[in-house]
């Protein structure tokens, strides 16, 4: 089965850090390719162990915006 999900990254110090918000894996890398190489990878060895995981619909995504000092 072939699904497309969404991918967050982040810079968090020195690493990208790569989210899947459909089935909730994480990974991270020194680069943005080989953060979203290596959730790929963990979100498909998840989704071997879970496959009623890749029913779940896209979430809702926008923005917000706060206020700080």
């Known amino acids: 089965m072939k699904n497309v999900f969404t991918a967050v990254i982040y810079k968090e110090n020195e690493l990208y850090v790569a989210e899947c ?9 020194s680069s943005l390719e080989e953060s979203l190489a290596n959730l790929k990878e963990a979100t498909e060895l998840y989704l ?22």
Do not use: H, L, R
């Not at 009623?52 to 000092?69: F, Q």
């Open 48 to 69: 071997e162990e879970f496959p009623m995981m890749a029913a779940i619909g896209k979430p809702i995504m926008t923005t917000s915006e706060a206020v700080y000092a």
């Open 21 to 29: 918000p459909e089935v909730g894996t994480i990974s991270q890398g």
